[in-house]
């Protein structure tokens, strides 16, 4: 089964009690070493920042792009893997922490809704579920793997027959934090033996 093109990357802070947010990543953030969020585009010199996160994707699975300084003095690791300064690209559902801040970075696709014109999607083009012929004017669905759908067709909510897109599934979105009641327990029960 192939991975659907991914057209836009969400990255994601921690908040209250662990739970993660959605940050419009926009043309790109800048991280502070204390782990403040910057957009790119509020004039922050991006020099003086440790971690910079670019949106990148493409129909490889990277979603972005982290580009490492060499004047962070704070640890920063992608899925628990320490990253050195210089550009490292990141996939889908990546994790990176930046001292003890954990974020998230993941992807998403979303097709587009338009009308059939010959001119630009090209002459002679059938609806990829019914085979059943376009005309001019009409509504039409893009999916993200470019394939061509009736909107009607498009409608009845079964995925893309190419990439297997599902436009009824939920996004993504980061774990909830876990409980680690029965860890503590275990390490107090340790210490007091």
């Keep these: 089964m192939s991975q659907p093109p991914l057209s836009q990357a969400r990255f994601w802070s921690e908040g209250s009690q662990g739970r993660f947010f959605p940050v419009a ?68 559902k990546d994790r990176m922490n930046l001292g003890e801040k954990t974020f998230w970075v993941s992807a998403f696709a979303s097709p587009e809704e338009t009308v059939y014109d010959p001119a630009v999607h090209g002459e002679d083009v059938f609806c990829f579920r019914t085979k059943a012929r376009l005309t001019r004017r009409d509504a039409i669905v893009i999916c993200p793997c470019k394939m061509i759908y009736k909107a009607s067709a498009w409608a009845t909510g079964v995925a893309c027959h190419n990439c297997h897109f599902d436009p009824s599934q939920p996004a993504w979105e980061p774990p909830a934090p876990r409980e680690r009641n029965l860890l503590d327990a275990f390490i107090d029960f340790a210490r007091n033996r």
């Design 25 to 92: 990543l926009g043309e790109g953030l800048g991280l502070s070493p204390s782990g403040e969020i910057t957009p790119l585009d509020s004039g922050v010199a991006a020099k003086d920042l440790p971690l910079l996160i670019l949106p990148a994707p493409d129909e490889s699975g990277t979603c972005a792009v982290a580009l490492v300084s060499e004047i962070c003095d704070q640890p920063i690791s992608r899925n628990g893997v320490s990253l050195s300064a210089g550009i490292h690209l990141l996939a889908s």
